[in-house]
């Protein structure tokens, strides 16, 4: 394993998640790469999208078959308009690269939202710190160790 996944492995024991970070030889930055490699429908991934929202960082953590829509997300948290991130952003405000963010080990908190549609899956795959792992967990389970807002992401 490498450093950066000791140490994200190290955040998950803390926090006594159980699933155990599974490395890939090749990068799985989308979730259509991670679901090919985990044998998973494309639901089933937790992609950890950053997002400016009010000069802060937010953390929507979606479904990979979802499309975040910014202003009904922004509507549901009575804030201002909510803009993807830039690379420089994700990695300051996570410690993590674009593609390999997790939903947890950041410097800080991240006012976070959980996408309900993830609890459609008895196992969900999230990013764990890098471009070539992955951890399993649920969406009850996501929803506690981020301390996140379970809620809709994609307006119906």
Known sequence: MSNATDTFSACLRELDVPGQ?????????????????LGCEVGAIANSLVFTCDDEPLLIIASGAHRVDTKHVARLLGSGRIRRAT???VQAATGQ?????????????IRTVVDRMLADHPVVW??????HAMFPTTF???????????????KR
Request: charged share 20%; glycine share 14%.
């Open 126 to 131: 999230a990013g764990a710190g890098t471009k």
């Open 97 to 109: 690269p674009v593609g390999g963010v997790g939903p947890v080990g950041h410097p800080r908190p």
């Open 87 to 89: 690379p420089e952003f």
């Open 21 to 37: 970070v599974v490395e890939f030889s090749t990068e799985v930055p989308t979730a259509a790469a991670a679901a090919e490699q």
């Open 140 to 154: 009850d389970e996501l929803v506690r160790i981020t301390g996140g807002l379970p809620a809709e992401v994609e």
